[in-house]
């Protein structure tokens, strides 16, 4: 089970760090962040590997969010830096078997959703 949160409204430039608590498995799976947009599809944020080996970002956040988890507190995190409106979404942490998998169907559990909203 995964629960995000740390969402809120921010100004642009602003900041934002979300958090991803999960229970039972989570050390062995990898971990994704994704967000959806009222009215697109869910897309792609970022994604870790189970031992924090390798991350892997979008383009359209690269070098402005980092993504972070700690085995021991069973907890993934996404830095968020330089926000910018159109990143406002309702932000997911995704866990599942695949290494840096980009599409939503390869995550096999979800948290709820965090929302972010960025004011220009």
């Known amino acids: 089970q995964l629960q995000a949160s740390g969402g809120g409204l921010v100004q642009a430039g602003g900041s934002l760090r979300l958090s991803c608590a999960a229970s039972?498995?989570?050390?062995?799976?990898?971990m994704g962040w994704f967000r959806q947009a009222p009215g697109k599809e869910r897309e792609f944020v970022a994604a870790?590997?189970?031992?924090?080996?390798?991350?892997y970002f979008a383009d359209s956040v690269k070098g402005r969010f980092t993504i972070s988890r700690d085995n021991a507190e069973n907890a993934g995190y996404l830095q968020m830096n330089s926000l910018k409106a159109e990143d406002t979404a309702v932000y997911y942490c995704?866990?599942?078997?695949?290494?840096?998998?980009?599409?939503?169907?390869?995550?096999?559990?979800w948290g709820q959703g965090t929302q972010v909203t960025v004011s220009s």
């Open positions: 995704a866990t599942g078997p695949w290494s840096l998998a980009t599409r939503a169907s390869s995550y096999d559990f």
């Open positions: 039972g498995t989570f050390t062995i799976y990898n």
């Open positions: 870790i590997t189970w031992n924090s080996g390798s991350t």
